[in-house]
């Protein structure tokens, strides 16, 4: 779990790393004291790092390969089918890619499909690679821990929008602030502050359908139902926050939104990890 803890930080890193290459005009307006644009590393300096970073968190997750392989030569030569935590996270790089490149896209340039490929790798992808560690993905309660988190990024992702409207418009970045407006966009993100912790006390009541012996969350369903809980009523406190003066958003670089985004995500993972050891 440290390697892929290590591995989902340098990943992390790489994607920030890239976004930052090819946002440099942009962050001249919206982030200026960054270092492409401050000049205190080079564009070039910048590219290689982002490419070495992609190297260290992609390379070793070859090796992760679970029961029955074992020891460094026979995880190596595995069955390509068995390499499941090295496709995760492959696929995860290329969707940070595909958000900042323009040759592979740049969805950063377009609205609703930026949230898409932020919540698919940071959501979704990152919570199925960690269960890759010690178990298969060819089940479904991964593909739901992560589509919990996928939801939540869907909507909460976009609050780092409202404070780069100007750079974003400037370089045609339609974002969703710049699409539909401060107000509406607010109104449209707060849903998802609350809706995907319905699910975490949803998945500790319900059966597997693939698996009727299991439930579809197989932590212990207290704990899971109190964290859920807790979430609901910190994302109605956040949206709260969003919808009550959303033109703060646009002038506020760290609207408080935004760090509560970062904490319930981090409190979810903590919830989640406590529900399973326990």
């Not at 995880?75 to 900042?100: N, Q």
């Not at 509406?184 to 009727?212: D, H, S």
């Not at 609901?232 to 760090?259: C, D, K, M």
């Given at each position: ?22 946002d ?11 270092p ?16 070495a ?9 070859w ?6 392989y ?9 069955p ?9 996270y ?6 940070t ?7 592979f896209?740049?969805t950063?340039r ?7 490929t ?43 929008d ?10 045609g970045c339609?974002?969703l ?6 107000r509406?966009?607010a ?10 912790w ?5 998945g ?5 359908p693939?698996?009727?012996a299991?439930r579809l969350l197989?932590?212990n369903?207290?704990m899971l139902?109190l964290?859920?809980?807790?979430l ?9 926050l ?11 670089e ?9 904490l ?11 529900a399973?050891?326990?």
């Amino acid at each position: 779990m440290t390697l892929g803890s290590l591995c989902a930080a340098f990943l992390n890193a790489a994607s920030n790393g890239i976004n930052q290459v090819y946002d440099l005009e942009i962050d001249r307006r919206n982030k200026p004291t960054r270092p492409l644009v401050s000049g205190a590393i080079s564009l070039g300096e910048g590219w290689w790092f982002s490419v070495a970073l992609y190297a260290l968190a992609i390379v070793p997750t070859w090796l992760v390969v679970v029961y029955p392989y074992g020891g460094f030569l026979e995880k190596a030569a595995a069955p390509l089918p068995r390499h499941e935590c090295f496709f995760i996270y492959l696929a995860g790089l290329i969707l940070t890619l595909v958000y900042s490149v323009p040759a592979f896209g740049r969805t950063k340039r377009n609205g609703f499909w930026a949230n898409v490929t932020i919540a698919i790798p940071r959501g979704c992808l990152l919570k199925v690679a960690g269960w890759s560690m010690v178990a298969s993905v060819h089940h479904l309660e991964p593909w739901y821990i992560g589509t919990i988190f996928l939801l939540f990024l869907l909507g909460a992702s976009t609050t780092k929008d409202f404070s780069d409207m100007e750079g974003d418009k400037a370089h045609g970045c339609i974002t969703l602030p710049i699409r539909y407006g401060v107000r509406r966009a607010a109104w449209f993100i707060t849903p998802f502050f609350v809706l995907p912790w319905l699910l975490m006390p949803i998945g500790a009541a319900l059966r597997n359908p693939l698996n009727p012996a299991q439930r579809l969350l197989t932590g212990n369903p207290v704990m899971l139902t109190l964290v859920g809980t807790v979430l609901v009523v910190w994302g109605t406190y956040t949206s709260y926050l969003v919808i009550r003066q959303p033109e703060e958003l646009a002038t506020s670089e760290n609207h408080p939104s935004w760090t509560h985004m970062y904490l319930m995500m981090m409190f979810a993972q903590v919830g989640f990890s406590v529900a399973y050891l326990f």
